[in-house]
């Protein structure tokens, strides 16, 4: 294993029988008695090296490693797998920087207490964890330029009386995150006169705090902009209160005078802003975030607990059958029944799968209203669309074929060719959904193969589908 020397590795000039003086030994005894100070020195510089030294982070080093090691958090918003795929938006964002600097990308989880240390010591080359920049962290680490502006947000349980200003915090206890941004935030509130009861729980996520709020456990928690719009899908009986701050801003963070690392990412930061990578990575995890229907999330929750039960064995012998996440399935007939097996639409589609006449002959239906039948069919017959986007990728595919149940096949390819003559992916969901809306004009439908389409019914059919299939997941529903 290669060891390496500390720059700033501890000074042993105290040690018994010897002084570092003008760069060399002042030696006072008998050989052999500076023979072993010598020796004494000598370990506590290799083991200073060897603890002390870590991963050579200068932006030569990684790339001579060939390795970028990202520290973050493991929760739902920086990193976590998922069916054995790696996810995240910080981890997205970190593995489109691995990709700029044509390195790998290594992910270290040491807890949120063990960010800084895991720094500090070389275990990694940077912090990705959303990050909120202060004072109190800047006297440790060197900051990015920003990449995000959220602002602390009081959480609160929908059913107890809404704080509405800093001063209904008095005498209410707050619960957040021990070393947290929110910490800082609230210790100035009180240093301000706030008698507020600060409550600090060491490496509990927010994500479970918001959860205990949900559930009564606790009454107030805080929580950044995209961290509590993100989990109020999860746990819809929380309110997003009032803002206890300005304006905040966050940003990876690096070793204090790693100033070549923090000019690379900066140069990141504007490349990934300016080609669209970040939004991208943005809409693919907060899509759907900003809209929040309060009631259309509750009764999904409440669909899941008393109505999901009577069909998830169907669901999931179908979708198992094709190869599908019974969850995605489960999620797309909500969005199209709302597990009602007698539902009608007014085109005069039927059924938990909303099947047309057609396409339930086609699939062997007779019943439409049959739950089974429904199900069979319904998995089928988006099986056999999903066969035909063979050259589309990943999840895309699926997004594709999604759309495509919606609209119809046809519509989707023709969305492909306006992709491709204004220049955009044709085999990306991002481009889709550019593009379908644009089916209802005529200036572009008309030059398309199949015509007219409410292209922006695909997009938010999708939308809704992946907001849903996000909240089975987030309840470890396996």
């Known amino acids: ?28 005894r008998n050989t052999m008695k500076n023979a072993k100070i010598l020796l004494t020195l000598c370990f506590f510089v290799f ?6 030294c870590g991963r050579d982070s200068s932006v030569e080093g990684i790339r001579q490693s060939g390795t970028l090691v ?3 958090d493991n929760n739902a918003h920086c990193y976590y797998t998922y069916r054995g795929q790696a996810m995240g938006f910080e981890y997205d964002l970190a593995k489109a920087f691995a990709d700029y600097l044509d390195v790998d990308l290594e992910v270290l989880t040491p807890g949120w207490d063990g960010l800084f240390p895991a720094l500090r010591k ?3 080359d940077l912090v990705a964890a959303s990050l909120t920049i202060t004072d109190q962290r800047k006297s440790t680490v060197d900051f990015s330029d920003p990449y995000l502006a959220i602002r602390q947000h009081i959480i609160y349980n929908r059913s107890d009386p809404a704080p509405r200003t800093i001063a209904d915090l008095a005498g209410r206890a707050i619960h957040v995150r021990r070393g947290s941004s929110y910490q800082e935030r ?9 008698a507020l009861d600060l409550v600090l729980h060491p490496n509990v996520p927010t994500e479970e705090l918001i959860r205990q709020v949900a559930d009564g456990e606790i009454a107030l928690t805080v929580a950044d902009t995209n961290v509590a719009k993100l989990n109020r899908r999860y746990y819809p009986a929380v309110a997003i209160g009032f803002a206890i701050a300005e304006e905040e801003y966050l940003a990876w963070a690096v070793r204090k005078n790693n100033t070549a690392l923090l000019r690379e990412i900066n140069a990141f930061w504007k490349a990934v802003k300016a080609d669209g990578t970040f939004d991208k990575i943005d809409r693919k995890y907060y899509t759907g975030v900003q809209r929040f229907d309060y009631v259309d999330v509750i009764s999904f929750h409440n669909a899941m607990e008393e109505r999901l039960p009577r069909y998830e064995y169907l669901i999931r012998r179908e979708a198992k059958r094709h190869g599908f996440d019974w969850r995605l399935i489960a999620a797309t007939i909500y969005q199209e029944s709302h597990f009602n097996p007698r539902a009608r639409s007014h085109t005069g589609v039927r059924g938990l799968m909303q099947l047309t006449l057609e396409t339930a002959a086609e699939m062997g239906v007779e019943d439409r209203l049959d739950p089974e039948a429904s ?6 017959y988006l099986a056999g669309i999903y066969a035909r986007f063979d050259d589309i990728q990943g999840l895309d595919r699926m997004l594709f074929t999604l759309a495509s149940y919606n609209v119809g096949y046809g519509h989707v390819r023709d969305a492909q060719q306006m992709a491709r003559e204004k220049g955009l992916p044709p085999g990306k969901w991002a481009s889709l959904k550019e593009t379908l809306p644009l089916l209802r004009q005529r200036k572009y439908y008309s030059k398309t193969r199949y015509g007219y389409a409410r292209g ?23």
Do not use: C
């Not at 294993?1 to 006072?28: E, Q, V």
């Not at 609230?186 to 706030?194: P, V």
């Not at 199900?375 to 089928?380: A, D, M, P, S, Y």
């Not at 019914?457 to 996000?470: A, K, M, T």
């Open 47 to 52: 083991w200073a090296g060897l603890v002390g």
């Open 186 to 194: 609230l210790e100035q509130l009180q240093a301000d006169g706030i």
């Open 70 to 72: 990202v520290i973050t």
């Open 375 to 380: 199900i069979r069919g319904g998995v089928q």
């Open 1 to 28: 294993m290669k060891k390496r020397f500390h720059k700033n590795a501890p000074d042993r000039s105290n040690l018994s029988g010897s002084s570092i003086r003008g760069g060399g030994f002042r030696l006072k």
């Open 122 to 124: 070389g275990k990694g």
């Open 456 to 478: 922006l019914e695909p997009v938010r059919f999708v939308s809704r589908i992946l907001n849903y299939y996000d909240i089975l997941r987030n309840q470890s529903r396996s």
